[in-house]
T-cell receptor
C-alpha cells in the first residue's frame, strides 16, 4: 500500500506568488494533518481534518494560509500571497479510524520563497 | 507555550553504546506518548509508543520508560548503530473528541560514530 503522497517535493517561488501544496492520504484513513517544520519552531500542527471536515485550524499562522479537503483522498494547503518567512518543509500526515493517534507522515514539500 | 520539552538537542554516541533521550510534559490530559524517527529528506516515522498505564515498553533495541508522577518519559537505544543516526522527536497526544492531536518536542539529532 502506498504511503502518504505529497506534491511537489520541492517548490521555489517568488514572494507574492500563490503556492499550492497537495496531499493524498493513505486509503482508508479518516484523519489528515498538515504540519510545518522549521529549524526555529520545529514541527507545528497547522490544521487537521476528520472525515474531510476541518476540525482545528488554530495553528494556521495567518489568513494567507488556507486548506481544503474536497474528498477523502485529496487535500491542499494554499499560501496566497507567499512570503520569505513561509519557507519551510510542509508535511501531510494521515491516521486511521481505529488508531487515530498513529500518524503516518508523507515525505514533505520543501518550500522556498525568494 | 511549549508543552513537551526534549533534551538533549544533539547527541553523539559510539557504535554499541546506549543513546538516551528525555522528554517532559506539562499537560496531564496527554494519554499517548510516541517517538518518531526522521532521516534527512524524509518525513517523521513512528518508532515506538507508550500509554500512561505502562511504565516501560521494549521493541527490539528501543525501550521507552515512562514516569507518570514526574511527567517524564525517555527512549533508550541499546547497542546504537550508525544506521540509527537520525533526528528523534518525542510527542504527546490527547483525544479531542474527533482526532488525536500530537504535540512534538523540539527534536534530538543523534549521531552514532564508528
Amino acid at each position: 500500500d502506498a504511503g502518504v503522497i505529497q506534491s511537489p517535493r520541492h517548490e521555489v517561488t517568488e514572494m507574492g506568488q500563490e503556492v499550492t501544496l497537495r496531499c493524498k492520504p493513505i486509503s482508508g484513513h479518516n484523519s489528515l494533518f498538515w504540519y510545518r517544520q522549521t529549524m526555529m519552531r520545529g514541527l507545528e500542527l497547522l490544521i487537521y481534518f476528520n472525515n474531510n471536515v476541518p476540525i482545528d485550524d488554530s495553528g494556521m499562522p495567518e489568513d494567507r494560509f488556507s486548506a481544503k479537503m474536497p474528498n477523502a483522498s485529496f487535500s491542499t494547503l494554499k499560501i496566497q500571497p507567499s512570503e520569505p518567512r513561509d519557507s519551510a518543509v510542509y508535511f501531510c500526515a494521515s491516521s486511521p479510524r481505529d488508531a487515530d493517534n498513529e500518524q503516518f507522515f508523507g515525505p514533505g514539500t520543501r518550500l522556498t520563497v525568494l | 507555550q511549549q508543552q513537551v520539552k526534549q533534551s538533549p538537542q544533539s547527541l553523539i554516541v559510539q557504535k554499541g553504546g546506549i543513546s538516551i533521550i528525555n522528554c517532559a510534559y506539562e499537560n496531564t490530559a496527554f494519554d499517548y506518548f510516541p517517538w518518531y524517527q526522521q532521516f534527512p529528506g524524509k518525513g517523521p516515522a513512528l518508532l515506538i509508543a507508550i500509554r500512561p498505564d505502562v511504565s516501560e515498553k521494549k521493541e527490539g533495541r528501543f525501550t521507552i520508560s515512562f514516569n507518570k508522577s514526574a511527567k517524564q518519559f525517555s527512549v533508550h537505544i541499546m547497542d546504537s548503530q550508525p544506521g540509527d543516526s537520525a533526528t528523534y522527536f518525542c510527542a504527546a497526544s490527547f483525544y479531542t473528541g474527533t482526532a488525536s492531536k500530537l504535540t512534538f518536542g523540539t527534536g534530538t539529532r543523534l549521531q552514532v560514530t564508528l
